[in-house]
């Protein structure tokens, strides 16, 4: 085992270097920042967007005393329920024939002008107002102008009933509520890591096996150890990413966003939750990268690997699907299942240390992951040696030399 | 304590339906330059493969410096694969270390020894050149001290002169024996006799996946008798009684093998039957002739000449 383990390190540390001190691992480093900057500058458009479409300009056309306590009245209830939840108005000026001036400020009278603005026009007066425009804008307002209108009409000092409020720690199911939510924010980042770096893995073999350097470390070293130290290489440099840019993101939001949500806190407390994703995210990334070594190791070439990782992200999609479908079942059979399966473990024993304040759950699935990374290593190796590492066969397929049994004598 | 640095007792390979190695039994002792001889997919690399455990054999065992576990005996092993490969990355000094690592050599300690290697083969400038900026002979090279940079006592060659000028050939069987001289056990296959016959002291010869001949270089020339290459100027006469039923001619020339009598008495007939001898030579078989014998013509024709093939020794 000590002889193992050497070797591996001996694998590990010249992979690790390998990566490290290459100009690419920048570029890996700088990746969260594309989707980041897409995302930042989608969310802003969106938000946009959603300000322009859900504070829309409605005319007033009213007589002049109504319309200043109109807008009076708005004044005073944004103060109270917030300005974003009622639209903007504009007054007009009453000219002649109402209707008519109602068709020119809504565009309906076929002529485009520079007024068309509004969503809808409130005519009328207090006694009996009208609000004019499509079906849609016309329901989506109605309440809130009547009860602007309402409050207009009230008088002008009087205050707002204060309402006494009583604050508790919180509610248990208000609690378990945000606690789901950790749990599978917790396994979205751990999915979207995992995804981002275990993936990387299937082609991890493919430059030994292009410079014929397989054999002298097959010669030299247990074919485990190989297995074993190309992992921790990437997990080594996968630590390192991750520590990148939780740093970056961190001095990010001390900079431009302190006032971001924060999630709720887990069951079992932020410094062991953190810890524990920390680890399960290891463990996550040993048995899907354990797997995804021994597929990849089959590949002989860059083409062959190419064509398996959409395969290999789907079977991870799949396991992220299934986690996150039990996470609102826990304690049920499909819950515990996932908590089981070696693959779908690390997720869902993270939600369950959103959820729950079990200690050792989390050492017994622990032990029970590292167990199976090693199985799955040795099972890979395996097949790697027996299926690749030999010389004179035939050449033959991909799924061919994955599945086949050497030939025995007869 | 074993006095063999390699025992394989009938190893078979198979793949799929094809008999790569088919019953081999070797023996290697312990300080010498051993030899495989044979033609291109005889089964040398797959039976190399199987002493070093890279691929375990369907049947048979191996002891290797007396372990039946290969890789238990890896840190005293150097092994350089027909298929040369190294990390293109590496600098030429952290690529010998980094195999002297593979096979136990503290890295600080194969970095030393690797430029030190480096220097007394006359490649002290490229030490720290990235391999990909090496030729391919400098390559071959590197290679070949990271196989040797933690002082194993035995040293597996795979074909070690193939793609090496005649230059580096020489060189490298300078290094075979300096590593023999040193109580190292050096074993390479190739295909090429002539560096068989000037390096080995053993031989094993493979065709078809078995050993038809396994033994002393001397041993598999004995196993032919001398040729007889002799002139005339009489063409017909009482001598000719003195010449085996089936020697050839070739205008004035009579090829023939030399009788078990021994040469005194086909001398004298010769003499005495006015054969009127111009020219009389005795030549000693070479290896080829004898893998020619041993493992048969079509064998010996996949085998590259390489333009060295070795010439019949003189008597």
Known sequence: ?410 | MSLNAIEARGLVKYFDDFCAVDGIDLTVPKGSIFGILGPNGAGKTTMLRMLLGIIDPDEGTRKLLGSERPLSVARQVGYLPEERGLYQSMKAYDAIAFMGALRGLPLKTGRIQGRQLLEENGLGAAADKEVRMLSKGMAQTVQLLGTIVHDPKLIVLDEPFSGLDALNQGKLEKLIRKQAEQGVTVIFSTHVIAHAERLCEEIAIIAGGKVPFHGKVSTARDRLRPQVRLETRNNEGPWRAALPADCEREGSFWHFTLPETGVEPLLKALIDGEAGIESLSIERPGLHDAFVAIAGEAAAKEMTSNGDMPQREAA
């Open chain 1, 1 to 410: 085992m000590k002889e193992l383990f050497r070797s591996s390190f001996v694998i590990a540390r010249r992979d690790f270097a390998a990566i490290i001190f290459s100009k690419a691992f920048f570029f890996f480093l700088l990746g969260p920042l594309f989707p980041l900057a897409i995302g930042l500058g989608a969310g802003s458009l969106g938000e946009q967007m959603a300000r322009d479409i859900d504070q829309p300009n409605i005319a007033v056309l009213l007589a002049s005393d109504e319309a200043i306590a109109l807008m009076a009245a708005n004044e005073r209830l944004s103060a109270q329920i917030g300005a974003g939840r009622l639209p903007t108005f504009t007054v007009i000026d009453q000219q002649g024939d109402s209707a008519a001036q109602v068709a020119s400020l809504l565009g309906s009278d076929g002529k485009k002008s520079s007024d068309t603005k509004y969503i809808a026009v409130l005519s009328g007066s207090f006694g009996k107002p009208v609000l004019t425009g499509a079906a849609q804008d016309v329901m989506r307002w109605q309440g809130e102008i009547g009860l602007l209108i309402s409050t207009a009409q009230t008088a002008v000092d009087s205050a707002p009933v204060q309402v006494q409020t009583q604050i508790i720690a919180d509610s248990e199911g208000a609690k378990e509520k945000s606690q789901l939510l950790t749990a599978q924010a917790g396994q979205v980042v751990l999915f979207l890591l995992t995804m981002l770096l275990a993936g990387m893995v299937l082609s991890n073999l493919v430059e030994e096996k292009t410079n014929k350097i397989i054999e002298i470390l097959a010669a030299a070293v247990p074919i485990d150890a190989i297995f074993l130290g190309k992992l921790f290489a990437m997990l080594g440099m996968a630590f390192i990413g991750i520590a990148v840019w939780i740093t970056v993101g961190a001095a990010a939001i001390e900079l431009f966003g302190p006032g971001l949500p924060s999630l709720p806190v887990p069951e079992i407390g932020w410094p062991l939750f953190l810890v524990l994703a920390f680890l399960y995210f290891a463990m996550a990334y040993l048995l899907l990268g354990s797997l995804f070594l021994g597929i990849g190791a089959m590949a002989t070439t860059v083409r062959e690997v190419q064509t398996l990782s959409m395969p290999v992200t789907m079977a991870q999609l799949l396991v992220f699907g299934l986690a996150a479908y039990a996470v609102t079942k826990l304690g049920e059979p499909i819950e515990l299942f996932t908590a089981f399966f070696p693959f779908s473990s690390p997720f869902a024993m993270l939600a369950r240390a959103a959820q729950m304040d079990n200690i050792w759950q989390h050492l017994l699935a622990l032990g029970w992951q590292i167990m199976w990374a090693f199985i799955i290593v040795r099972i890979s190796a395996g097949i790697f040696k027996r299926n690749v590492m030999k010389s004179g066969g035939q050449k033959r397929g991909f799924f061919k030399r994955m599945f086949s049994r050497p030939a025995k004598v007869g």
